[in-house]
């Protein structure tokens, strides 16, 4: 039964009906910049105790500042190649590409009627970005840039505290981080 006078009541979507576009955004949502400073926070940074914390954090850190991570990742390649100019040329054209399908993007990427998750197109982009790189004889500056990313990268996630980390419902959604309260008890 469906009241619509002008007080304003509508109907109430029922979870069945509600989940399933849930899911769809969840998987397919664009990547959150999360803020430089927030990134940088020197108080944050603290020496992890065991392996299984430092696992713990580069997951939590990589899947967190999944955005910062590749912009500085593309800022190490872009100067590797400051004495290519062929190469740099192509870097910005591939670069065009970031920047409308990865980083300035509002809605899901919709491809032939199918929703592009956005890991897909990271690696989609990553490869291009590779192999156009390589096809311009630039081999070597690609391996060296994608080792010291690695590294940079690895030393950022590893010593950078996952405590201040706020999820939406969308980001923990992506991570398998969801709610169980009000889930039913099991009995042993």
Partial sequence: ??????????????????????NVRAQSSPATRRPWRQF?????????YAAGEITIRVKRNVSYFRVNYVMIALFILFVSLLW?????????????GWFFLYFFRNAP???????????TVLIVLGLVTIVALVLTHVWLNVVVSLAI??????????FRGTEDHFLDEQDAAEDGLLSVVGSPMRRV
């Fill in 40 to 48: 940088a926070d020197l108080s944050s940074f603290s020496r992890p």
């Fill in 149 to 158: 990313v690695v590294v940079v990268v690895g030393l950022h996630a590893a």
């Fill in 109 to 119: 990427l919709m491809i032939f009627n199918r929703t592009i998750g956005d890991r």
């Fill in 84 to 96: 290519h100019p062929v190469s740099m040329i192509v870097f910005l054209i591939v670069f065009l």
């Fill in 1 to 22: 039964m469906s009241i619509s006078s002008s007080s304003g009541y509508r109907n109430i979507p029922s979870p069945s009906t509600s989940a399933p576009q849930f």
